[in-house]
């Protein structure tokens, strides 16, 4: 590994930096490095948010603390209490490392993916890269500014957040020449003067990359703010401490053998709730009332011209292809097989698939009302180019919609001309891989060229183009698939996130990129049958459970969220940049986690969705409306819902996740069940021939659950695309009542 050439180049050097810069003002790393002790204990002091004092073994503060063996790791528990009165002030626990490289990854859920060690460029929201930086298939990844551990050898290198930074307050890294792995949890922060005040979570590394600490601060002290977009000043402090008054921090560390990222990953998933163990999300809303409130939003942004008729996916009377939610907000509708929304869709189909398209056969990113493109974004800045992952979304939801009329027996309404759009823009994809053999971040809509490179972002044309070949019966198409998704998950395996889904970010590590793979690879494990699809998919779910709150941060009572008692468990973080948490997936129902938890029996992934159906509900305001708000990050709109806005990829996934999950799940020859509905349910009596449920609706709202029965021959088999329509079973309960329900096996 590279650790070793550093270490092998600059040995003499190295321990003389050790030495001397360790000792500087605003340092977290030891003056020396006590071999016999695992953590130090810290007395910090602050000027502003600037630290000036980082001292083990002071005379501000008394410890006491305890250890406690348990099977996954080790729980600490520190009491610090004040000898004086003290200002300005602070404590924190230090994890150091030997034997250190800029090599080795580090993770903050939703904040720090690799160290977010990429280069950095100062850009305006939503404009793209700049004009130099197209077709250059050298360019690294390219992020807006972040918290980042430095590239650059030499250089001081320190990250800083807090945990309302975080999805999870956990710090995780491995150490890949040592093959070990290491993850911290700890609280949200501690209670101070009637509030929580967070923990910080920092990392520093010494300049010559041989050591790094791994430090947990009470409170949390940041030099600079982060925001949407780049920093700003800090308003953190130190505290003001009288005599007596104590702080106490829990940290959890787990230590294991680690061959990877994926397997550190594994070991995240696993573990990154038995810290926090906070209350069950919140019964709030049944899905069907999420669907019922979710279409009648969808349907209100039906547009009737003079010319057109078509769903609108955003907030303007235009079509943005794919991302975020064009020709995708018209599968919830087309699946409730009724002929009037069936008569609005093909009008969305007519409209918008012969239309915005290039000589490649990619389409633009924006239709507008006139028939015309619109060039938002980055591309109103680079002529010609266009989003990849917008491309890659309209391939796979095209397809799956085809299939979808068929399976409801309507494949006479699937007009030959949108077969042919489909086919073409399949054709380009084929066409870019065979040349370039990525797919890259922003292609030429009119050559077919990459114009960005790097990225993920073309990661759901892998399932796109699984799908289209058993549907055109196309066999190249397949093969192209597995060869990007191949590409994608070694991509994925060595750095250890996944990005370029998202226009208005750059290059930021994201969330939709990491479920777009999962859900890819999910579907090439049902079209192949290969259990290497099946294992690297819940890979990548393991991924995406770092992007989605994992505990129920406690917001300023005055905070709007606060006030309505809402746990936000569940919410999902979009990326390094965009930093809130919003209600589900963008955009997806997230029913690859579910197809992951049927076909492996593992409880954890069926979890994680249940948490983001539920967060989801939190998400919906009195008038049905909801936004992409739904967060406790201090960087953006934070402990707000967005009350009096409307987003409409947030109703397009609400309305999916009601359609795509069933309410209930069962297992007939185990005799046992999963709830994923707003409901309560168990087995109250059962023979060879049926089971009885009791089901209890707790909320405010009639529910009509859907419920999936099967037996372990059927389970064994792929669920596949669409498979909601097979549902038949379906439980009506009123609203805080109690029904019994019979299943036959």
């Given at each position: 590994?590279?650790n070793n050439?550093?270490?092998?180049?600059?040995?003499?050097?190295?321990?003389?930096?050790?030495?001397?810069?360790?000792?500087?003002?605003?340092?977290?790393?030891?003056?020396?490095?006590?071999?016999?002790?695992s953590?130090?204990l810290?007395?910090?002091?602050?000027?502003?948010?600037?630290?000036?004092?980082c001292?083990?073994?002071?005379?501000?503060?008394?410890?006491?603390?305890w250890?406690?063996?348990?099977?996954?790791?080790?729980?600490y528990?520190?009491?610090?209490?004040?000898?004086?009165?003290?200002?300005?002030a602070?404590?924190?626990?230090?994890?150091?490392?030997?034997?250190?490289?800029s090599?080795?990854?580090?993770?903050?859920?939703?904040?720090?993916?690799n160290?977010?060690?990429?280069r950095i460029?100062?850009?305006?929201?939503?404009?793209?890269?700049?004009?130099?930086?197209?077709?250059?298939?050298?360019?690294?990844?390219?992020?807006?500014?972040?918290p980042?551990?430095?590239?650059?050898?030499?250089?001081?290198?320190?990250l800083?957040?807090?945990?309302?930074?975080?999805?999870?307050?956990?710090?995780?890294?491995?150490k890949?020449?040592q093959?070990?792995?290491?993850?911290?949890?700890?609280?949200?922060g501690?209670?101070?003067?009637?509030?929580?005040?967070?923990?910080?979570?920092?990392?520093?590394?010494?300049?010559d990359?041989?050591?790094?600490?791994?430090?947990?601060?009470?409170?949390?002290?940041?030099?600079?703010?982060?925001?949407?977009?780049?920093?700003?000043?800090?308003?953190?402090?130190?505290?003001?401490?009288?005599?007596?008054?104590?702080?106490?921090?829990k940290?959890?560390?787990?230590?294991?053998?680690?061959?990877d990222?994926?397997?550190?990953?594994?070991n995240?998933?696993?573990?990154?709730?038995?810290?926090?163990?906070?209350?069950?999300?919140?019964?709030?809303?049944?899905?069907?009332?999420?669907?019922?409130?979710?279409v009648?939003?969808?349907?209100?942004?039906?547009?009737?011209?003079?010319?057109?008729?078509?769903?609108?996916p955003?907030?303007?009377d235009?079509?943005?292809?794919?991302?975020?939610g064009?020709?995708?907000?018209?599968?919830?509708m087309?699946?409730?097989g009724?002929?009037?929304?069936?008569?609005k869709?093909?009008n969305?189909?007519?409209?918008?698939?012969?239309?915005?398209k290039?000589?490649?056969?990619?389409?633009?990113?924006?239709?507008?009302?006139?028939g015309?493109?619109?060039?938002?974004?980055?591309?109103?800045?680079?002529?010609?180019?266009g989003?990849?992952?917008?491309?890659?979304?309209?391939?796979?939801?095209?397809?799956?919609q085809?299939?979808?009329?068929?399976?409801?027996?309507k494949e006479?309404?699937?007009?030959?001309?949108?077969?042919?759009?489909?086919?073409?823009?399949?054709?380009?994809?084929?066409?870019?891989?065979k040349?370039?053999?990525t797919?890259?971040?922003?292609v030429?809509v009119?050559?077919?060229d990459?114009?960005?490179y790097?990225?993920?972002?073309?990661?759901?044309?892998?399932?796109?183009l699984?799908?289209?070949?058993?549907?055109?019966?196309?066999?190249?198409?397949l093969?192209?698939?597995?060869?990007?998704?191949?590409?994608?998950?070694e991509?994925?395996a060595l750095?250890?996130?996944?990005s370029?889904?998202c226009?208005?970010?750059?290059?930021?590590?994201?969330?939709e990129?990491?479920?777009?793979?999962?859900?890819?690879?999910?579907?090439?494990?049902?079209?192949?049958?290969?259990?290497v699809?099946?294992k690297?998919a819940?890979?990548?779910?393991?991924?995406?459970?770092?992007?989605?709150?994992?505990?129920?941060?406690?917001?300023?009572?005055?905070?709007?969220?606060?006030?309505?008692?809402?746990?936000?468990?569940g919410a999902?973080?979009?990326?390094?940049?965009?930093k809130?948490?919003?209600?589900?997936?963008c955009?997806?129902?997230?029913?690859?986690?579910?197809k992951?938890y049927?076909?492996?029996?593992?409880?954890?992934?069926?979890?994680?969705?249940?948490?983001?159906?539920?967060a989801?509900?939190?998400?919906?305001?009195p008038?049905?409306?909801i936004?992409?708000?739904?967060t406790?990050?201090?960087?953006?709109?934070?402990g707000?819902?967005?009350?009096?806005?409307?987003?409409?990829?947030n109703?397009?996934?609400g309305?999916?996740?009601?359609?795509?999950?069933?309410?209930?799940?069962?297992?007939?020859?185990?005799?046992?069940?999963?709830?994923?509905?707003?409901v309560?349910?168990?087995?109250?009596?059962?023979?060879?021939?049926?089971i009885?449920?009791?089901?209890?609706?707790?909320?405010v709202?009639?529910?009509v659950?859907?419920?999936l029965?099967?037996?372990?021959?059927?389970?064994?088999k792929?669920?596949?695309d669409?498979?909601?329509?097979?549902?038949?079973?379906?439980?009506k309960?009123k609203?805080?009542?109690?029904?019994?329900?019979?299943?036959?096996?």
């Open positions: 590994m590279k050439k550093y270490m092998n180049r600059f040995g003499i050097l190295a321990g003389l930096l050790w030495v001397n810069l360790l000792c500087e003002a605003q340092n977290w790393l030891p003056d020396a490095r006590d071999l016999c002790s953590y130090r810290l007395e910090c002091t602050y000027t502003g948010s600037q630290l000036v004092k001292e083990d073994n002071g005379n501000d503060w008394a410890v006491e603390q250890a406690a063996e348990k099977e996954f790791g080790k729980v528990t520190f009491t610090f209490t004040a000898r004086h009165d003290l200002k300005n602070g404590v924190a626990i230090a994890f150091d490392e030997d034997q250190w490289s090599d080795n990854y580090v993770m903050i859920p939703a904040s720090v993916y160290g977010n060690r990429q460029v100062n850009r305006e929201y939503a404009t793209g890269l700049d004009k130099t930086d197209y077709y250059r298939k050298e360019l690294a990844l390219t992020s807006n500014p972040i980042q551990l430095s590239p650059e050898f030499g250089a001081k290198s320190r800083e957040v807090l945990v309302n930074n975080a999805a999870t307050p956990a710090i995780a890294y491995l890949r020449a093959r070990q792995g290491t993850i911290l949890l700890t609280d949200q501690f209670e101070w003067n009637g509030q929580v005040l967070d923990y910080g979570l920092i990392v520093e590394e010494s300049r990359r041989a050591h790094a600490s791994f430090i947990i601060s009470a409170p949390g002290v940041r030099e600079k703010k982060p925001e949407f977009i780049g920093f700003s000043k800090s308003p953190d402090k130190g505290i003001t401490v009288k005599e007596g008054e104590r702080i106490t921090i940290v959890t560390k787990i230590d294991f053998y680690c061959e990222v994926p397997t550190l990953l594994a995240f998933m696993k573990n990154r709730k038995i810290h926090t163990q906070t209350e069950a999300p919140r019964n709030l809303m049944p899905m069907s009332e999420v669907l019922d409130r979710m009648k939003n969808i349907d209100e942004r039906y547009y009737k011209g003079n010319q057109w008729e078509y769903y609108c955003e907030n303007a235009w079509i943005s292809y794919g991302w975020i064009g020709l995708m907000n018209t599968y919830p087309l699946g409730l009724d002929s009037e929304h069936e008569r869709v093909m969305t189909f007519d409209f918008a698939l012969s239309r915005a290039g000589k490649s056969g990619y389409y633009y990113d924006v239709l507008g009302s006139d015309n493109v619109i060039a938002r974004d980055a591309a109103a800045r680079q002529k010609g180019i989003l990849t992952r917008k491309n890659a979304d309209v391939l796979y939801w095209m397809v799956k085809f299939m979808l009329l068929k399976s409801q027996g006479a309404v699937i007009r030959p001309e949108w077969e042919k759009q489909v086919r073409l823009l399949a054709d380009a994809f084929v066409r870019t891989w040349k370039h053999h797919w890259g971040n922003y030429n009119e050559s077919g990459i114009a960005v790097n990225t993920t972002g073309g990661a759901m044309a892998v399932a796109g699984a799908l289209a070949a058993g549907y055109f019966d196309c066999p190249i198409y093969q192209i698939a597995q060869e990007a998704a191949a590409d994608y998950y991509d994925f750095i250890g996130f996944t370029g889904g226009g208005d970010i750059l290059q930021n590590a994201d969330s990129t990491a479920i777009a793979l999962t859900t890819s690879l999910v579907t090439l494990y049902e079209v192949t049958g290969r259990n699809y099946l690297q819940q890979d990548l779910a393991n991924l995406c459970s770092t992007w989605i709150v994992s505990f129920a941060y406690r917001l300023p009572d005055d905070a709007p969220l606060a006030k309505l008692g809402a746990n936000l468990t999902v973080w979009a990326s390094t940049q965009n809130h948490g919003a209600p589900g997936f955009t997806q129902s997230g029913d690859a986690l579910f992951i049927r076909a492996t029996g593992k409880v954890m992934y069926a979890d994680l969705l249940r948490d983001v159906i539920h989801h509900a939190e998400g919906v305001q008038n049905g409306k936004t992409e708000r739904l406790y990050c201090d960087a953006d709109s934070r707000s819902r967005g009350d009096g806005g409307k987003t409409g990829w109703e397009t996934n309305a999916m996740m009601a359609m795509e999950i069933p309410g209930i799940y069962i297992r007939t020859d185990l005799s046992e069940l999963y709830v994923f509905d707003h309560i349910a168990e087995i109250v009596k059962q023979n060879n021939r049926e009885i449920l009791r089901v209890s609706n707790p909320t709202y009639d529910a659950v859907t419920v029965a099967e037996n372990r021959e059927q389970a064994a792929p669920l596949g669409n498979a909601f329509l097979n549902w038949n079973e379906k439980i309960v609203a805080g009542k109690t029904v019994t329900y019979k299943i036959m096996k």
